[in-house]
């Protein structure tokens, strides 16, 4: 018989060396606390990272690569990421890692890109995410779990969880052949209340069991004994985190904890987080480079919190405690990436500061992604959100007795509506709605009424009713507590009974509202629906959805801002992607950043539909002057440290307009 294996053997030879050959590469290399030296290690080598956070969950995808040039580009060596358990895990036993949650594709990026990662596994994250990163679900069957401990109804949950993540995330650590050199053990646990060291440890086993011994998993805690003492244990190696201001008093708390080792700031903040409501904080280059230069020059590893801080699209934003204060849509964070993953002053400064310690790569900066103005949009009027229950609730409504949880009807984000046929003639009596979470709107045959419920501080208002009538209470769940005791105290929904005057209201029908699908197609499916509706004692409207079409040129889709003056609070979406809350009444947000990859090439039809919620500028009427001011507009540029109220000026060219009720 002939030999014919000179085609197949060589080939196969070829492989099998190129096999060997990684192996033998991956076995050489690693990543090890040097105590002596008060270092890391790598392969071996000193090693010192400069680092910047990004959010995977926060970017979409498609920019990953840009983003991570640009922090290669500024001089970086790593880059810092939480793992957002809920965008994985979004029901009992369901997990997704594809497209935008696709994280070993991030971290396959990161290294392709010359970048090594620390990973912040949790569970519990904080980053001003929705619930500090956990699903919603963990607490629909069991709302009094005690979360970050060692309750049973929390940590089986978790065990899960990391059974699934882990293992996935194990083939991509740095001694693997990856790029992860370090994997962070929950989050910031001195700070909660807690101090549960059963619990910490327990996470350690587990990370050791699924990762093995050859990555160096770590604690993040404030700077501060009192924050150190309920964060660390003996295996995890202990950070701190703080902004500017004195890096030695810092670093020598942390000393109390780690005598030996390398300094590392997990933490170090390049601006701030914002608030609805309160102006956009900032912090100048000079100030974040003083201190920047100050911990490279004791030789202390850094981590920049945020280099790109991107955008909570969707529901995904968070909200802080106590006084429950929702972020915005935007995480800009004024770091040294915008929002939109644009260089700033900051970021050609900080480049400079590391130049004094380590050369910075001989590669371009990529250019700002560009962005478009595409003008003004006219809006209609499509539906009021009653009128469209059947779309918004295909499975129907679920009837109790008594108000449920929105967690308890398998809703776990966004807004839910209660619905009650009143049963007798009362006049002047007081609605008290006392568990609202977190913003209600009362309607009586989707008649608006004067008081918009608010959690805590506004409760009850008084109304007049006839039997027959239709009581409707929409709740908008702004985004569940991110930090503190306060993520024990997250049920949404109305989550107390309610009372008319002295009588407690039984036998509702609730519906929670699908608005994952809200498009041109899907609003195209109405027949008819009656005009918002308002009342001689308010200015709101009923809750209300409106569509326009984008002015699309023949160009790819590019990057752009919607800004929605005249307009007070709702949610948006272009072409079904909902890129998030707006709420230019009270700020600091005005615009909304929508990524040129939301939008469809030339020539097909771009839309954008608006739930507003509250007041909308042409819904005093449909006169063709009235429906001048029914527009938005796509800018070119961000703005987002403003407020926008023009109902003044609407009254005057409009008339008509009485807002007398701040809210």
Not at 5 to 28: E, K, M, R, T
Not at 196 to 217: A, T
Not at 244 to 261: C, L, T, V
Not at 642 to 657: S, Y
Request: net charge negative; aromatic share 14%.
């Amino acid at each position: 018989m002939a030999d014919d294996s000179g085609g197949w053997l060589p080939s196969i030879l070829a492989v099998f060396v190129c096999f060997c050959g990684v192996q033998v590469q991956a076995a050489n290399r690693s990543f090890v606390v040097d105590y002596t030296n008060n270092t890391f290690l790598r392969d071996g080598q000193p090693f010192r990272y400069i680092s910047g956070s990004m959010h995977y969950s926060r970017v979409p995808y498609q920019y990953w690569e840009d983003r991570l040039k640009k922090m290669y580009a500024g001089g970086l060596n790593a880059v810092q990421t939480y793992v957002t358990w809920n965008t994985h895990n979004p029901e009992p036993g369901v997990y997704d890692f594809s497209g935008q949650n696709d994280i070993v594709q991030f971290l396959q990026t990161a290294q392709d890109e010359g970048l090594v990662v620390i990973l912040r596994v949790g569970p519990y994250i904080c980053g001003e995410w929705e619930f500090g990163g956990f699903p919603a679900w963990i607490i629909r069957k069991n709302a009094s779990i005690v979360l970050r401990s060692m309750d049973p109804g929390y940590i089986t949950y978790v065990d899960e969880w990391l059974s699934v993540f882990l293992p996935r995330i194990k083939p991509m650590l740095y001694s693997n052949g990856g790029p992860v050199i370090m994997a962070q053990v929950e989050n910031e646990y001195g700070s909660y209340f807690a101090c549960d060291y059963n619990y910490l440890r327990h996470l350690q086993q587990r990370f050791r069991q699924y990762l093995g011994e050859d990555v160096v998993l770590f604690s993040t805690d404030g700077a501060g004994d009192n924050y150190l003492k309920c964060g660390t244990i003996e295996g995890l190696y202990s950070t701190v985190d703080f902004g500017p201001g004195d890096a030695k008093s810092a670093f020598d708390i942390m000393r109390h904890y780690e005598p030996r080792g390398p300094l590392v700031n997990s933490e170090y903040y390049t601006g701030w987080l914002d608030h609805w409501g309160s102006g956009h904080a900032q912090s100048s280059a000079a100030t974040v480079c003083n201190t920047l230069d100050s911990m490279l020059s004791m030789g202390a590893n850094v981590n920049m919190y945020m280099y790109e801080g991107g955008t909570n699209f969707d529901f995904w934003n968070g909200a802080n405690y106590p006084g429950y204060a929702p972020v915005p849509t935007s995480y800009d964070y004024d770091g040294p990436l915008t929002e939109a993953g644009d260089v700033t002053e900051k970021y050609y400064a900080i480049r400079d500061v590391i130049k004094k310690y380590q050369p910075i790569p001989q590669v371009p900066i990529p250019p700002d992604t560009p962005k478009y103005a595409y003008g003004e949009v006219q809006m209609r009027f499509v539906s009021t959100l009653p009128d469209m229950l059947r779309l918004l609730t295909p499975s129907g409504a679920v009837v109790s007795r008594y108000p449920l949880r929105m967690e308890e009807v398998n809703q776990n984000y966004g807004f839910i509506l209660y619905r009650h046929y009143i049963t007798a003639n009362l006049s002047h009596v007081v609605l008290n709605v006392n568990g609202t979470r977190d913003r209600g709107y009362v309607l009586i045959d989707s008649i608006p009424q004067d008081t918009i419920l608010v959690r805590e501080s506004i409760t009850s208002l008084t109304v007049s009713v006839t039997v027959g009538q239709i009581l409707d209470i929409l709740i908008e769940n702004q985004g569940r507590i991110n930090f503190g005791s306060g993520i024990n105290h997250n049920r949404k929904g109305i989550i107390s009974n309610v009372t008319l005057g002295s009588k407690m209201l039984e036998n509702w029908l609730i519906y929670p509202l699908n608005l994952s699908n809200v498009n041109e197609e899907y609003l195209s499916t109405l027949k008819y629906s009656a005009v918002p509706k308002s009342s001689r004692v308010s200015q709101y409207i009923t809750p209300s959805f409106y569509m326009g079409e984008i002015n699309q040129p023949n160009k790819p889709g590019l990057d752009t801002y919607l800004r929605m003056d005249g307009w007070f609070k709702g949610q948006a979406f272009v072409n079904g992607f909902n890129v998030g809350r707006y709420w230019p009444s009270v700020g600091p947000q005005i615009t909304l950043f929508v990524p040129g990859v939301f939008l469809k090439p030339y020539p097909s039809q771009n839309t954008v539909v608006l739930l507003e919620l509250e007041f909308a500028p042409c819904s005093q009427g449909y006169s063709k002057e009235t429906l001048n001011y029914c527009r938005v507009e796509f800018v070119n540029a961000p703005v987002i440290n403003a407020t926008v109220v023009h109902l003044e000026e609407l009254q005057t060219k409009i008339g008509g307009i009485n807002w007398h009720k701040w809210h």
